[in-house]
């Protein structure tokens, strides 16, 4: 099991750009999100989905669009960088809800110039 | 004010001391806890769920209050690896669940 997966670990951007980052999940989990980090706040959620096909807005969804066809795969857009969006965005998943215990991927680390 | 808050710290103590962090919640819908742990410039892991009866897992034990609305984490015996930040976490059930980090509290321990 590679647990989640992220890609790509590190990105620059300049503003204006559009970007894709990518998340995978193979433990058939159906609860999956997504989370950005920045010094002194907590995780904050993007995005989440409770299962393929169905996606809904978190707590910071602006600038960003998500969609699950899959189970597996729940990727999340850029539509046009902004230095505020300089930040490390991590993807977790669950099995159920976010109820459960949720696991990360490594991360990306995004700059935006 | 935020929903879910810790002392940053950071807690600097030395190898063997007992340290303990708290966490209070804004929200009495929060319906599960946990707390998680997160190394330098990794990814969160899960240390250990929070029940309202309390819970240990080696030398940590973790406390809830509902009437209070903290949550706390005690650390015995320290160790050079304990070293990280610590994040609380609540999840809410508000019609869908809402999943609330803390900010996280430092933890360095030295030799």
């Known amino acids: 099991n590679a647990g989640v997966t992220q890609t790509p670990k590190f990105q620059v951007l300049k503003t204006g750009q559009s970007m894709t980052l990518q998340c995978a999940q193979d433990?058939?989990?159906?609860?999956m999100s997504w989370y950005r980090q920045d010094p002194g706040m907590g995780l904050r959620l993007i995005h989440y989905?409770?299962?393929?096909?169905?996606?809904d807005q978190g707590e910071v969804p602006n600038g960003y669009n998500v969609s699950r066809s899959t189970t597996e795969d729940f990727p999340l857009r850029l539509l046009s960088a902004a230095p505020s969006q300089t930040s490390v965005y991590f993807c977790?998943?669950?099995?159920?809800?976010?109820?459960?215990?949720?696991?990360f991927g490594p991360g990306t680390r995004l700059t935006v110039l | 004010r935020k929903e879910v808050e810790q002392d940053p710290g950071p807690f600097n103590v030395p190898e063997g001391a007992t340290v303990a962090f708290n966490c209070t919640y804004s929200?009495?819908?929060?319906?599960?806890f946990f707390w998680y742990r997160q190394d330098c410039r990794k990814e969160p892991k899960l240390l250990m769920s929070v029940y309202s009866s309390g819970n240990e897992d080696g030398r940590f034990t973790a406390q809830l209050n509902r009437a209070s609305q903290y949550i706390s984490l005690l650390i015995r015996d320290s160790k050079l690896s304990d070293s990280a930040t610590y994040l609380c976490v609540v999840n809410l059930n508000t019609g869908g669940f809402k999943t609330i980090f803390g900010a996280g509290t430092r933890l360095f321990v030295k030799a």
């Open positions: 989905s409770v299962g393929a096909g169905i996606t």
């Open positions: 977790a998943s669950s099995w159920r809800q976010a109820a459960d215990t949720q696991y």
């Open positions: 929200n009495s819908a929060s319906q599960s």
């Open positions: 433990m058939n989990h159906e609860y």
